[in-house]
């Protein structure tokens, strides 16, 4: 049984791309209590396996997989599907990378959840939340990326004004000298 309630961080440290926390960080005080998934273990695994194999595909075999997933209706989707499907929008290296319809899958997912649904609750809310981040990030990502775009517009007018003025200066002291 430890063996499966091992999975979960696992899951999320693949997802993540996190290095395993070092031991200054494993003192540090947990701010909230999380319980353990609920999701039965062969689901977990499942998953752990779909990410990994995932890691591994290369860019055509991606777009094949999103296919397979994209394939099935929506209505008869389980969460492990949902969970495959979004895994795989927000993959990155993905041509096809969606993470705004990834998390707007998952929202829609998190909005009819009830206490008696998945196990996979927690790992869909807890990606949600990552998707939102990382959408929130990208969104911030584009406008300094514009402010930046526009700053260096105006500094282009500027330097082309001072080299104006340079020239005018001189032709002027050549002007002076004659």
């Known amino acids: 049984m430890?063996?499966?309630t091992a999975l979960a961080p696992?899951?999320?440290?693949?997802?993540?791309?996190?290095a395993a926390l070092s031991p200054t960080q494993a003192h540090r005080p947990k701010l909230t209590q999380v319980s353990p998934?609920?999701?039965?273990?062969?689901?977990?695994e499942a998953l752990l396996a779909?990410?990994?194999?995932?890691?591994?595909?290369?860019?055509?075999?991606?777009?094949?997989?999103?296919?397979?997933?994209?394939a099935s209706p929506e209505q008869d989707r389980s969460d492990e599907k949902l969970l495959e499907l979004t895994f795989l929008l927000s993959q990155p290296?993905?041509?096809?990378?969606?993470?705004?319809?990834?998390?707007?899958?998952?929202?829609?997912?998190?909005?009819?959840?009830?206490?008696k649904d998945s196990g996979l609750a927690p790992l869909i809310h807890w990606l949600s939340t990552t998707l939102q981040e990382r959408v929130s990030l990208a969104g911030s990502l584009t406008?300094?990326?514009?402010?930046?775009?526009?700053?260096?517009?105006?500094?282009?007018?500027?330097?082309?004004k001072?080299?104006?003025?340079?020239?005018?200066?001189?032709?002027?002291i050549e002007r002076n000298r004659h």
């Open 2 to 4: 430890k063996k499966h």
């Open 10 to 18: 696992l899951l999320i440290l693949v997802m993540t791309g996190c």
């Open 37 to 44: 998934p609920s999701a039965r273990p062969d689901d977990l």
């Open 50 to 70: 779909f990410v990994i194999q995932l890691n591994r595909l290369k860019p055509a075999d991606l777009i094949k997989e999103y296919d397979v997933l994209k």
């Open 93 to 115: 290296g993905f041509s096809m990378r969606n993470d705004s319809t990834a998390l707007q899958m998952l929202q829609a997912r998190e909005k009819q959840i009830t206490d």
């Open 143 to 160: 406008e300094c990326s514009t402010q930046l775009h526009d700053e260096k517009k105006q500094a282009d007018v500027c330097n082309d």
């Open 162 to 172: 001072l080299q104006a003025i340079r020239k005018m200066e001189d032709s002027l």
